[in-house]
Structure formats: structure tokens, C-alpha cells
């Protein structure tokens, strides 16, 4: 059964950190890029960052950039979301998903491409 499990969100004070994860199951991420998204209330679920396996390239939404980093770990078949100074409006569902994308560039692509989603995790940033 082909599965992404999200973890690692919480509750953190504005300027404050977490790390997600994003862990698939029933499939090897080999041929696979991995996009984070986020769903605040009432807004439409939008790109993060994302990754390629092939060669590493990554992409950033400009609110994130600078901010927050996208890492992948082949051999645990797992990748990372490491979000550093986090603001209020960082307030998020936030989701992996995976694209079918074996090749290298730009991985930036809309939601209705990707594949595979997983299920979400909390990341709430208040005082």
C-alpha cells in the first residue's frame, strides 16, 4: 500500500523552529520529486518547497525562502522540512505529496499533478 506519512508539526512561539518529516511506505521515492504544501483556514492549499531525487535541485516559495530548508534522506526513504524563524501566518495543514519527476531542474509543480498526498500535519505558531 503506497503511503506518506507526515510528522513532526506542532504548537511553537513566533521565531521559533520545527522540523517535519514526510516518510513514504510501499514505494521507494527513487523516481520521485517531493513537495511540502500548506492549507491555512479558508485559503487554498499552496507550494512550499520542493525536492528532486535525481540531482537535489529544490524550490522555495518566496514567503519561506531563506527560512526554511527541504532535505532528503534516499537511504530512510524520508524527507525533511526544516522550518527556522517561524511567523504566525506559517499557521498550516501542512502536506507532502509525491510527483513522478526522474529527471533533474525545476520541480515546482500545482497540486493537481502530484500523485501521492499524504494526510497532514498541525503546525500552529502563536504566543
Known amino acids: 500500500q503506497v503511503q506518506l506519512v507526515e510528522s513532526g508539526g506542532g504548537l511553537v512561539q513566533p521565531g521559533g523552529s520545527l522540523r517535519l518529516s514526510c516518510g513514504a511506505s510501499g514505494f521507494t521515492l527513487d523516481s520521485y520529486a517531493i513537495g511540502w504544501f500548506r492549507q491555512a483556514p479558508g485559503k487554498e492549499r499552496e507550494g512550499v518547497s520542493c525536492?528532486?531525487?535525481?540531482?537535489?535541485?529544490?524550490y522555495y516559495a518566496d514567503s519561506v525562502k531563506g527560512r526554511f530548508t527541504i532535505s532528503r534522506d534516499k537511504a530512510k526513504n524520508t524527507v525533511y522540512l526544516q522550518m527556522n524563524r517561524l511567523k504566525p501566518e506559517d499557521t498550516a495543514v501542512y502536506y507532502c505529496?509525491?510527483?513522478?519527476?526522474?529527471?533533474?531542474?525545476?520541480?515546482?509543480?500545482?497540486?493537481?499533478?502530484?500523485?501521492?498526498w499524504g494526510q497532514g500535519t498541525q503546525v500552529t505558531v502563536s504566543t
Open positions: 505529496a509525491a510527483l513522478f519527476f526522474p529527471y533533474s531542474g525545476n520541480c515546482q509543480r500545482a497540486v493537481l499533478d502530484y500523485d501521492y
Open positions: 525536492i528532486t531525487n535525481s540531482d537535489g535541485s529544490s
